[in-house]
């Protein structure tokens, strides 16, 4: 019998999409799900007359592999994963690897992976991006493990991968252990607040009194091919917002419940920053919207309670357009900076040596982020490795620089209409912040926890010298004042 390249577990979307992906570039896929019907139905529909073996039992699976076996688990996250590793590894050998590539938590990944290497197993846990549709045609793949672990499904990960315009695959290898996965709950992070942005633009668009399909036709321009917006996640947004509802002349969007659950990427990401000290709140700013979207319950009771009435904009609509298109590219950078600076962040953390510019080159097709934008990422940081954050490239800087008054315009604009704008100000109030050389708010709350805790404060040269004070040694000088024996001098903390 024939044996087969790779063996999938998990016959769900994600799963059966990659098996026939695998299978169209000449790939024999062995294929196995907990529930035996899901296989037989697979093999029976979508998988007949292809060279896809199914198989009923992980020693069968195991089995009907080449060496070294290549066995890819893409089944829920957590315990699963576990249960599947658990079980394999009675029938596999050192050299043997096992591929995970579900939406794990990196440090899950981690701790799977230093098992597994005690055993001489081989393991790889990787983000795949671009839902059903990516898997089956071009996702975009992010493997994080051994660099010999990579080397051993390369070629299968280069030929599924989605191919960039300049025909380059996007897959690269990330880096050791969780890295992969860590990369890929930050891609879904930035994912949630480019969603987000575009959300809080089309419902301003809508709250000025345009109708979906006006609205559609502005993100269809956006989506041009030459404009800075041009995304995947614009053209779906163009795409949906024309649909009608059941026939009817309604549009959809227009009964669909304001509703927007999630699995739990966007909450790791969220996390990740907190552990990390990383302020991303452009991105926190989506889950949170999320979370409210979710109590409709107390919203409807709200409304009721606590009636906010704003005017009606009656300013000019096209130019507000204009403004709104500059504006979210500018929110969009800065949450770009926020997620690559999480990124970094992480890659000093746990040894990730992360390599931005070629991660935002993975992401350029097959995923739900693609973007034109994207190669100017890999640019600014191809130029300049040591970029502090994104803002500071030069052309980003520039755009930004020239424009975002438009961003502070939108989102006054929003609030005075009373439409929430959450996302949008965070962008905007990020940017003000990361380019505060003092932060007044903060120069504030250290005086007041010293007040109130004897927590001490750092100080600066003066009016207009906002660099800290340094000893003769180049440490940063404490100070702390006895705020309830008046009288007494301020003394610098020694430590
Ligand atoms: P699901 O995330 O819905 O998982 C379904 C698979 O997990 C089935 O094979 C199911 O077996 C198995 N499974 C479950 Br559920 N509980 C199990 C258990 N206790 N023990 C053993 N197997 C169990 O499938 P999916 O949407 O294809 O996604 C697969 C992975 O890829 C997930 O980690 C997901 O987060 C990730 N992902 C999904 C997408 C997407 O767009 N759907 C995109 C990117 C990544 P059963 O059939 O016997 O119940």
């Not at 280069?158 to 050791?176: F, H, L, M, T």
């Not at 990422?377 to 030069?394: G, R």
Request: hydrophobic share 40%; glycine share 8%.
């Amino acid at each position: 019998m024939e044996k087969a390249d790779i063996a999938i577990i998990g016959m769900e979307v994600m799963g059966r999409s990659l098996a026939l992906n695998m299978e169209s570039h000449g790939y024999t896929v062995a294929v196995y799900n907990r529930t035996s019907e899901k296989t037989k139905t697979f093999i029976e529909t979508m998988a007949k007359g292809k060279n896809i073996i199914a198989t009923y039992d992980l020693k069968e699976l195991v089995g009907i592999l080449k060496s070294p076996k290549k066995i890819m688990l893409m089944v829920k996250e957590g315990q699963p994963v576990d249960n599947f590793i658990e079980a394999l590894l009675q029938y596999l050998k050192p050299g043997d690897l096992i591929i995970d590539g579900g939406n794990s938590f990196f440090k899950d990944t981690i701790r799977r992976n230093k098992m597994l290497a005690e055993k001489g197993i081989l393991f790889i846990g990787t983000g795949v991006s671009g839902g059903e549709e990516g898997a089956l045609k071009g996702p975009a793949i992010m493997p994080g493990g051994q660099k010999q672990a990579y080397e051993l499904i390369e070629r299968i990960f280069k030929d599924i991968a989605a191919k960039a315009y300049d025909g380059e695959p996007c897959v690269d290898y990330i880096g050791p252990d969780g890295a992969g996965h860590f990369v890929k709950t930050i891609h879904n992070g930035i994912e949630y607040g480019d969603m987000q942005l575009i959300g809080e633009v089309v419902w301003f668009f809508k709250n000025v009194g345009m109708k979906a399909d006006e609205i559609a036709d502005i993100m269809a321009e956006w989506n041009g091919k030459d404009d800075i917006l041009r995304s995947y996640l614009i053209e779906i947004t163009a795409d949906s917002m024309k649909k009608k509802h059941d026939g009817s002349d309604e549009f959809l969007v227009d009964r669909v419940a304001d509703i927007t659950r999630m699995k739990g990427t966007g909450t790791w990401t969220v996390q990740s920053a907190l552990e990390l000290l990383v302020p991303i709140p452009t991105i926190a700013a989506a889950v949170f919207s999320r979370e409210m979207s979710q109590d409709k319950d107390l919203r409807l009771t709200m409304a009721k309670k606590l009636k906010i009435r704003m005017p009606q904009y009656s300013g000019d609509k096209n130019e507000m357009i204009k403004i709104a298109h500059d504006a979210l590219y500018i929110a969009k950078i800065s949450s770009y900076a926020q997620g690559i600076a999480l990124l970094q962040a992480a890659s000093k953390a746990y040894n990730f040596d992360l390599n931005i510019g070629r991660i935002a080159k993975v992401w350029r097709a097959g995923c739900i982020i693609r973007a034109q934008f994207l190669d100017e990422i890999t640019k600014a940081y191809e130029s300049e490795p040591d970029l502090p954050n994104l803002l500071a490239a030069p052309k980003f800087a520039d755009f930004v620089d020239k424009n975002i008054r438009k961003l502070v315009n939108f989102v006054e604009v929003a609030h005075q209409c009373g439409v929430p704008a959450l996302a949008m100000s965070s962008s905007l109030d990020y940017i003000l912040q990361i380019t505060s050389p003092v932060m007044p708010s903060a120069q504030v709350s250290a005086l007041q926890r010293d007040y109130f805790g004897a927590h001490g404060y750092f100080k600066i040269g003066g009016p207009n010298k906002p660099e800290l004070l340094l000893n003769e040694q180049g440490k940063v000088r404490e100070f702390h004042t006895e705020w309830l024996l008046p009288g007494r001098p301020e003394k610098e903390i020694t430590k």
